[in-house]
């Protein structure tokens, strides 16, 4: 776990220190994602599911996990406007509570804390969960509340579908037999799984680095109550509803409880940039959340 912290802190440096020096490290991040969403996630995905047995508890504990994330959601929206919060702000606060990184960083501390059998559990939530509410709520949020309300809607479900490939390759694990993923490709999976870190991880440099320039801000900021806000909801809602189902008897897996306490995902960027919402906030939201992840499990691991 250790390594996964000090992997990420050095791919996040080598990417912010990439984008100041001028270097074309925006098409890097962009070559980076694009080999985790093509490449690196499908073949996690496929091996992921195709070796999945899902018990009855595990898919009610799915289903917990899209309401702890609407509930989070609703939350973020009444308590954010108590705090005076409108518009871009209280968006960038909402997408942030209900988009995780539980792809390249979750992947990864689950197979560092539980071990690899314990990863396709992971890769269910993170397809089922995260894949999810980005493409659908995330969307929805940036819609409401941005600047640029009137983004090209249209294509939406149909870019949910075509332009998915972990989700086409979730798909094929669940239907094709268990010889067609070997022991092999399980070996090769959990290597991958590290490959995710620095992959996804300089391209966070990058674009935290570019947010930060054009807004001429400083790299860390320290965080106010819009963020306090974002993380109490981001980490306390859906683990605890999961943590509550798991202390009535149901069956919980752990990599469920590990993925829902994750960070923000990076894909708010997206979002915020598509729709106009506060990329600032959305930045340091980020950064705070990655950090306390990384510091818990770090501690977690060590106990």
Request: aromatic share 8%; glycine share 12%; hydrophobic share 60%.
């Amino acid at each position: 776990m250790l390594l996964v912290a000090v992997a990420v802190l050095l791919a996040t440096s080598a990417g912010i220190a990439c984008e100041r020096r001028g270097a074309d490290a925006q098409r890097l991040a962009r070559l980076a994602l694009g080999a985790m969403l093509y490449v690196l996630v499908p073949f996690i995905a496929y091996v992921g599911f195709a070796h999945l047995s899902l018990s009855l508890d595990a898919g009610v504990g799915l289903a917990l996990a899209y309401c702890g994330l609407g509930l989070a959601g609703a939350l973020a929206w009444a308590l954010g406007r108590r705090l005076g919060l409108a518009g871009p702000a209280l968006g960038a606060v909402i997408v942030s509570v209900i988009v995780v990184n539980t792809g390249y960083l979750g992947l990864p501390v689950t197979e560092a804390l539980l071990g690899g059998s314990a990863l396709s559990h992971a890769v269910a939530y993170d397809q089922v969960i995260s894949g999810t509410m980005w493409f659908t709520a995330g969307f929805a949020v940036g819609a409401a509340f941005g600047t640029r309300r009137r983004a090209a809607r249209r294509g939406r479900p149909v870019a949910f579908l075509t332009r998915n490939p972990p989700l086409l390759a979730a798909v094929a694990g669940l239907v094709v037999p268990v010889a067609w993923a070997p022991h092999a490709f399980v070996l090769a999976s959990r290597t991958i799984v590290y490959g995710l870190l620095p992959v996804g991880f300089f391209a966070v440099g990058v674009y935290l680095s570019a947010e930060r320039r054009d807004d001429h801000a400083p790299l860390l900021e320290w965080p106010d109550r819009r963020v306090g806000l974002a993380l109490a909801l981001r980490f306390g809602v859906t683990p605890l509803l999961l943590l509550a189902a798991g202390g009535a008897g149901l069956a919980i897996p752990d990599a469920y409880l590990i993925q829902a306490a994750m960070a923000t995902g990076i894909n708010t960027l997206i979002v915020g940039h598509a729709f106009g919402l506060d990329q600032r906030l959305i930045a340091t939201i980020i950064v705070w959340s990655t950090l306390a992840v990384l510091v818990v499990a770090s501690a977690a691991y060590l106990a």
